[in-house]
């Protein structure tokens, strides 16, 4: 798919982002204890959270299309 930086001091793509939340990872601070993600400069840190919101979103609005 389309791997797109969303740290670059730590080089985390929206796809490493997305692996963790399906790993289990749910907020901000587990991303930050797994990738490492916004721990430099933070500037990230607000892209990372929509794709974080995004993800979660996606994972339980999938389970609800296979229940319809
Ligand atoms: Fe993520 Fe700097 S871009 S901490």
Redesign the pocket.
């Known amino acids: 798919g389309q791997d797109m930086y969303?740290?670059?001091?730590?080089g985390?793509t929206d796809c490493q982002i997305r692996e963790a939340v399906c790993e289990g990872a749910c907020s901000m601070r587990e991303l930050r204890t797994h990738l490492g993600?916004?721990?430099?400069?933070?500037?990230?840190?607000q892209h990372?959270q929509r794709v974080l919101k995004e993800t979660l979103n996606t994972a339980s609005g999938k389970e609800n299309n296979k229940a319809a």
């Open positions: 969303v740290c670059l001091c730590k985390v993600v916004a721990t430099q400069c933070g500037r990230c840190a990372a």
